[in-house]
């Protein structure tokens, strides 16, 4: 509904002003909020800002040239940045440099991260590249007709991406297409549902489809929707005349709420209402019930702007500050995109998502599966071949790092009696299974190899657990740290320096991830070996540790 001009004007006391902080050139694409709930921002003077919510700044990394406008944040909070001449780059949460690539073809979409800290990235020829977290390429597919529009995950944890064609093409994490469905008409906007994806096309169509491709429900609009969101049984959208509809998600039912908002592009969920922004100075919240239209105003032009998770609007724009007001209660328990912890940006903590059904047609799935059930050890052995020769392949299923996380941490655990023997404690099975893991170094295998390093027996498994923790890097809640370093007491000093100089190793590549420390454990280990240690290599790398500037 539209209200009159004077509760229009209103002014929303929560969305006062907090703080304006200039930067040394416009802000180019999305504002960002971590997990620490800062603020993250990439300006034209190439600097990659990570803000407090009160406007400090924690800290202002280096860009290795000038941003593009897409970028994300991972798991850890490793920020994801297309820079120009078709590069692409990763930055610690300090701002280092981890890596970077070059596309014949640049970035095109931001960036979509995965529950396992895989990159997904569409460029503007049309290719779906995979990445690590490290930059290794894990797979690429061509999409037909070329790039279509910004690809999303589910909440079943599908790929969902857009070609040049029409069609929206739904994709499992490890690069095999599921279905296509065709639109009416050109991809807008979607949204990731509960249950499936909403997607609006640039000829006025809104359409429900399911998990498994097929059309729910649609509706013809007079304008094209260019923001959506989900809050449980509805479905909110901003049309491009600026009119807010709720539509029922189970048939498509709409009411039309507020009208007159074509000055924002981009809508949120908060417990106080629906908030739009961004696109000019101006926005809105509107309650969900009756459309009450209360409004706000930035002191400058905003671009694409975030709610935090502690409930402040920020956005920054060409005239090279970044603007925050505040606060508000940000709605975390449903998908949005784009808004709200900004949907596939953040990608809801990188849910798993429930994609097992689809393994039950794999025949390495099934298998492997067979295999473990037997309980013995010829049966891991086989397994650990198989999982071996498909890892030095493109596809790799997340089913194999599964199985070798089991086999990496089981026996030891629960081990079986037969007189006064084991027999179910093989620590040459368990080693290959660590060895793998960490050789392939996934996010998702963290857990694992963490208890490899605290809970096991045999020391070459223990030293190659390590190694797979320092070759992930990633440890943005210190437990790789902990972990590691609880290996260094006096003990160990005197009397196994290849188990010293592992550590400060692993724990040097940590920190170089990490750009700092995230736990004490990481610079009392090293003073520990530097202090007490008679071998050189474990005292030198001690020392880099100590001596390591953020």
Not at 171 to 176: E, S, V
Not at 513 to 518: E, I, K, P, S
Request: aromatic letters at 8%; charged letters at 25%; glycine letters at 12%.
């Amino acid at each position: 509904m539209l209200l009159p001009a004077a509760l229009q004007a209103e002014e929303l006391s929560q969305l006062t002003h907090i703080f304006r902080l200039p930067t040394g050139g416009s802000i180019v694409g999305p504002v960002l909020a971590d997990r620490d709930d800062a603020l993250v921002v990439a300006s034209e003077d190439r600097y990659l800002y990570r803000i407090e919510s009160g406007g400090t700044i924690m800290s202002r990394g280096d860009m290795p040239g000038l941003p593009a406008g897409w970028m994300s944040l991972g798991e850890d909070d490793t920020c994801y940045v297309s820079l120009t001449n078709g590069r692409f780059a990763a930055l610690n949460p300090s701002g280092g440099l981890l890596w970077q690539e070059r596309f014949r073809d640049p970035p095109a979409a931001d960036p979509v991260i995965g529950a396992a800290g895989d990159i997904f990235l569409q460029t503007a020829a049309g290719r779906l590249v995979c990445m690590d977290h490290r930059g290794r390429i894990q797979w690429e597919e061509e999409l037909d007709g070329g790039y279509g529009g910004q690809a999303l995950i589910t909440g079943e944890g599908l790929l969902v991406v857009p070609d040049g064609r029409g069609f929206l093409q739904a994709w499992l994490p490890w690069g095999r297409l599921l279905w296509r469905f065709r639109l009416a008409g050109e991809l807008k906007v979607a949204c990731a549902g509960s249950s499936g994806v909403y997607t609006a096309s640039d000829e006025g169509t809104l359409a429900s489809v399911s998990g498994s491709g097929e059309l729910s429900w649609s509706v013809r609009l007079k304008s094209p929707l260019i923001a959506l969101v989900e809050e449980g049984n509805r479905v909110y959208g901003l049309s491009e005349e600026g009119e807010l509809f709720s539509f029922d998600a189970a048939d498509g039912g709409r009411e039309l709420l507020a009208a007159g908002l074509g000055y924002a592009h981009t809508l949120f969920l908060t417990e106080e209402g629906l908030i739009v922004a961004g696109g000019s100075n101006r926005g809105a919240l509107v309650a969900r019930e009756g459309g009450e239209v209360l409004t706000f105003a930035f002191q400058g032009e905003i671009g694409e702007p975030v709610i935090s998770a502690e409930g402040v609007l920020a956005g920054g724009g060409p005239d090279w500050n970044l603007y925050a007001l505040g606060r508000v209660k940000a709605v975390q328990e449903f998908w949005s995109y784009p808004g709200g912890d900004m949907g596939n940006r953040r990608n809801r903590g990188f849910i798993d998502g429930r994609l097992e059904p689809y393994w039950l047609t794999d025949p390495d799935y099934l298998l492997l599966r067979a295999l473990l059930d037997r309980e013995n050890r010829d049966g891991r052995v086989l397994a650990l071949d198989i999982i071996a020769e498909r890892l030095n392949g493109e596809r790799y299923p997340p089913f194999y790092s599964d199985y070798l996380q089991r086999i990496a941490t089981e026996s030891h655990e629960a081990p079986v009696m037969l007189g006064t023997r084991v027999v179910n404690d093989y620590p040459e099975v368990r080693f290959e299974a660590v060895k793998l893991l960490a050789r392939e170094a996934r996010l998702s295998s963290r857990p694992a190899l963490i208890a490899a390093v605290t809970d096991e027996w045999d020391r070459d498994i223990v030293l190659k657990a390590v190694e797979g923790l320092g070759r992930i890097g990633s440890d943005r809640d210190g437990r790789s740290t902990r972990a590691i370093a609880s290996l260094i007491n006096e003990e160990t000093i005197e009397r196994d320096p290849l188990l010293c100089r592992r550590v400060m190793e692993a724990l040097g590549e940590i920190q170089s991830y990490q750009g700092g420390a995230r736990d004490r454990a990481l610079y009392e280990a090293a003073i520990a070996v530097y202090r007490s240690s008679q071998d050189s290599e474990a005292r030198r790398r001690a020392l880099e540790i100590l001596r390591f500037k953020e």
